[in-house]
């Protein structure tokens, strides 16, 4: 039986003309280390990570499974600032951030990780797929733990991400790090269940507040505050997926 | 470890326009890459690139239009799939730059016509491509879009690979995918990994020649006879460098050990190396394989045929090496350069023959993410 | 150019572009040894990059991987005698 040992949950309202919040007194309490070369994604992914994982022992094999709809943004903005308008080759450690797997990187180099690393993307339902990859991983015996999350960062200019994600020009945007711990032969924590159905009625209560993971965020925070809770994977052409978890 | 079949096969690559042509190729000779020039930067930088032979401008992000769909027919053709096999089919994708060139083509045209309101990435998110291959195969499957620099792909084919064992699917969808791009090159020429000319394993070796490459690779749950078979792998991670694994070869050492377990793999008749001919990756790599082989195995590097493709290599690379055995040749290079005493091991000059039975095929990348998978000879 | 002043912008730079923040600047000393583990500094080669990069946009001075230039990264003075050399 798989179960979930652990979860943290970080959804943070992103306004127009300030920027987000420093995290370098939260890092300082999840981190081994004053990393450098990092930006607010791998920010995120740390603290997400690290919260999670905190007080729990992880197992040599642990998996580790990254999401995000959206990818690193500020990086990847830097880069074609420099690149297409000023027409410059862009700095090394902009470049190199723009890839999926730096933050796992990071991620892996705080926590002592030496087993699996994936960064696996899918928009607007990014949890789903790494929940997905790390179950049939938990499955089939390549890992016995997981630590698996889904980050969205909210990049300066707020009226610029909107449009970025056709959304309203009012609409609220967040930024998030949402993570679970899942162990195979755990004998507490929610157990997760998946079924498979052909139609799905029920809505689940979105937030009123938006990132392309917000999925992810429901159910971090849900499970945070003790509830039970239901993720519906799929749509009305491929039929439905639904991962439930259950004290 | 339940393996899969390979029940079909794409592929775009410097080579040719389909996989035959491909594999054809790769048995007559060196290739030489073309010059490419990135001219929009204030001081034009000119690099050896490897083009897929399109007739089309590089840096045309359209060009995926046409590629991925034609290499997902060319995968699902002779396949026999129904139309709600198809429907169902998952698609597993993996790329290091995805269709960035969209975003880059938007913002330059914005720019240019001094829109106020231009802003940078305003194509984002991961799936497009993955909407192509959907579209071509008729599927309104499932999506994993992977991104761990150069292993993408590869980890698309185990990730494939293990929920086809589970019995999740029938049959799933691996793509791989990188074209030409402004960001990729700028980035590269940035970090002067670079070279000229792309020579694993060699001494005179000075860095990697980029390349492009799509391709597709249709798995089944249930091999038939004759399929050539993806019995899985591992994946794993050290944190020696953001941009490379540990010079040691501990970890490569660790990934192909745990990728010959989890298979049962008793016995190797060939490695598909990563071979990027960079100073250091040739080095983690070297030093993993001397670790975890005493007699080596003879060592294929595919890289100077269709350059470094990057993200999208486990699938283009997986394609062209089946090709390969099924020619039951192993391919050799015209010219490896001078063995460096350093590394221990030389990449084939001489075409060997390729016997039934199970070969290695290695991915590495930065961060180090280490990718090892194991394919068998009928 | 005013060397004192150039090599005082160099080590802020070099903070900066490497995001080394809990140094000060005027705490390098002028020829500390930049880049290698056993350098004063920690930094490595994707530091140097970096640095190099800023240099060239900065200054217009560029740094390539040939060995004669790569002497340039040794240490601040070092590099102020790069950029000020004709």
Sequence with gaps: MIRVTAVSHYLQPVHEGTAPPPLDAALKQVCQENFRRIDRFIELALLGSGRCARGRALAPDCGLYLGSGMGPMVGNIACQEQLIRDRELPMPFDFINTLGNSAGYYVAKNLGLGGQNQFISRRGASFAAVLTAALVDLECGAVSQALLGVVEEAPAPVAEHRRRQGLAADAAVAEGSHWLLLERDARTGYRVEREQVARYAAAAPRAAIFHDSIGGAWVTERLEKGENCTLADGDAARGWELFHFRA | ?378 | MDREILKRDLKELIVVECQKNHIQPDRIGDDDILIGSSGDLGLDSLDALQIALAVKKKYGKRIDGGKATRMALKSVNSLADFILAD
């Design chain 2, 1 to 378: 470890m339940h393996p899969v079949g390979i029940r079909g096969v794409g592929l775009s690559c410097a080579l040719g326009l389909n996989a035959v042509d491909c594999v054809t190729r790769l048995f007559a000779g060196a290739v030489v890459p073309d010059r490419l020039r990135l001219d929009h930067v204030a001081e034009p930088v000119e690099l050896s690139y490897y083009r897929i032979p399109d007739d089309a401008p590089p840096f045309d992000p359209r060009r995926f239009e046409r590629l991925v769909p034609a290499v997902v027919r060319e995968a699902l053709s002779g396949a026999g799939l129904d139309e709600d096999e198809r429907r169902r089919l998952p698609v597993y994708l993996g790329s290091s730059c995805f269709s960035i060139g969209y975003s880059e083509s938007h913002y330059a045209a914005a720019l240019a016509a001094q829109a106020p309101d231009a802003f940078p990435m305003p194509c984002c998110g991961y799936g497009d491509l993955a909407e192509l291959a959907r579209g071509a195969a008729g599927s309104v499957g499932p999506v994993f879009l992977y991104n761990t620099a150069c292993t993408s792909a590869a980890n698309a084919l185990l990730g494939a690979q293990r929920a086809l064992a589970s019995g999740r699917h029938e049959y799933a969808l691996v793509v791989g995918a990188e074209l030409a791009n402004r960001t990729t090159l700028a980035g590269f020429s940035s970090m002067q990994l670079l070279a000229q000319r792309l020579l694993p394993f060699a001494a005179e070796r000075s860095g990697i020649v980029l390349g492009e490459g799509v391709g597709a690779v249709l798995l089944s749950a249930h091999p038939e006879a004759g399929d050539y078979l993806l019995h899985g792998g591992a994946n794993n991670c050290d944190s020696h460098s953001v941009t490379t694994a540990d010079p040691r070869g501990e970890s490569v050492a660790a990934v192909l050990r745990q990728a010959l377990d989890i298979t049962g793999t008793e016995e190797v008749w060939g490695i598909r190396t990563h071979g990027t001919g960079s100073g250091a990756g040739d080095v983690a790599e070297a030093a993993g394989l001397r670790k975890t082989f005493g007699a080596m195995p003879p060592l294929s590097a595919l890289k100077p045929w269709l350059g470094h493709t990057l993200g999208a290599c486990g699938v283009n690379e997986l394609v062209l090496y089946r090709g390969a055995l099924q020619r039951g040749r192993l391919p050799a290079l015209a010219d490896a350069g001078t063995p460096d005493p350093e590394l221990g091991v030389q990449a084939l000059t001489q075409q060997t023959d390729a016997p039934s039975g199970r070969y290695l095929l290695n991915h590495f990348g930065f961060g180090g993410n280490n990718t090892a998978l194991v394919l068998e000879r009928p």
